[in-house]
């Protein structure tokens, strides 16, 4: 049960949207898919002007990532919980190690597990609010961890294990809370997948991915592999990554997209880029968050719950509160003033504010929040 507590007008962000995924739609973005509904809405995504729409976003990614050579932009649909299985099928040869530190770090490392027809993966681990790498091991052909964990709000770095290319090892890196937020070089990777409705925002449902010249190689080796008599190993069509990377060369994907989402991505992309691209995009997450994380070291019931400033999110912040205060109360509070889903993650269970800082949100709305909550816990 909430206290009534009404929140001064001067004290409010302009827009009250903070939320790690969905994250905020920019009115621009609105107004993109009103002026394409009449056009683009309720049509076949393998004409032209859909495919168009595809095109434009492949190329504004190789932009945005600055590809290097050979590498391309796939997508389908699914989104990034769908590429943790199109990986299994159609990536990891045997077996891979992963680095598991949180729940979305660790969904991918379970569908590795449940695959009848891999290995059981070799698990890095480390507790919530710390990052662990997995490291070089014998007998893996691919290295998988996430570059930022959504679920505590802390960034792993994205770099080559040492020795992989020299045992034939991809680097598969679950890029979809730092995708537009974080900077990363995806030369140091073979997969740099992604969803949408993040940095990018978009709605849920598809999955992008960067993808190397030897992740193509090693797609169409194991899915031919797979065709063999004898082969254990199942691909569906859903899940062949060849599949997808032959339709968006086509600028179109294997099944029907929702063309709303990719509208919003497309303006989202073109509004990145135009900016700055990833040095713009960066950088202005990173103002965001530092905002906060100073704010909450300078409170005298608030600190950031990731203790190693190097491993804290620039685009997911989680902010612990002293339990005196309940974190329940004060989210249930801001929403109540139209500051909405700032709760932590749910299955971490603490008692803690989560705050999407992506490129959409202002920075100003940012500074606006953290008075917003002195001002309810002062008053609570």
Request: proline residues 5%.
């Amino acid at each position: 049960m909430t206290t009534s507590i009404i929140i001064p007008k001067s004290l409010l962000p302009q827009d009250g949207r903070f939320g790690s995924g969905p994250s905020k739609i920019r009115q621009e973005q609105v107004e993109a898919l009103e002026r394409g509904g009449s056009t683009l809405l309720g049509t076949s995504h393998r004409q032209t002007p859909v495919k168009q729409l595809v095109a434009s976003i492949r190329e504004g990614l190789a932009s945005f990532f600055s590809l290097p050579d050979g590498y391309e932009i796939a997508l389908g649909n699914g989104g990034a919980s769908a590429f943790w299985d199109m990986a299994c099928a159609s990536l990891i040869n045997r077996r891979a190690a992963f680095g598991v530190y949180g729940s979305f770090s660790e969904k991918f490392a379970k569908s590795a597990q449940s695959a009848p027809f891999l290995e059981a993966p070799v698990l890095y681990r480390s507790e919530p609010g710390t990052f662990r790498l997995p490291q070089f091991t014998d007998n893996v052909d691919a290295y998988c961890w996430a570059h930022n964990e959504t679920s505590t709000g802390v960034a792993a770095p994205v770099r080559r294990v040492e020795g992989s290319l020299e045992q034939d090892a991809l680097v598969l890196v679950d890029g979809t809370s730092a995708a537009g937020a974080l900077p990363v070089d995806v030369s140091q990777t073979d997969a740099y997948y992604f969803s949408p409705q993040k940095a990018f925002g978009s709605d849920g449902g598809l999955w992008l991915a960067v993808l190397s010249p030897r992740a193509v190689e090693r797609a169409e080796r194991v899915e031919l592999s797979a065709t063999l008599e004898g082969a254990r190993r199942w691909v569906p069509p859903f899940l062949s990554l060849t599949s997808a990377i032959a339709n968006a060369r086509k600028d179109q994907t294997l099944n029907t997209p929702s063309v709303a989402t990719l509208i919003m991505l497309e303006n989202q992309v073109r509004w990145l880029n135009s900016n700055g691209g990833m040095a713009w995009a960066t950088a202005r997450c990173a103002k965001s968050a530092s905002t906060l994380y100073n704010w909450a070291e300078r409170s005298q019931y608030a600190h950031p719950f990731v203790t190693d400033p190097a491993a804290r999110s620039h685009s997911v912040v989680t902010i612990d509160l002293d339990d005196a205060i309940s974190a329940k109360q004060v989210v249930a509070i801001l929403r109540e003033n139209g500051i909405v889903d700032t709760a932590g993650y749910r299955k971490l269970g603490r008692n803690q504010l989560r705050i999407g800082v992506f490129p959409s949100v202002e920075p100003s709305d940012v500074a606006a929040l953290t008075a917003a909550v002195d001002y309810v816990v002062e008053h609570l």
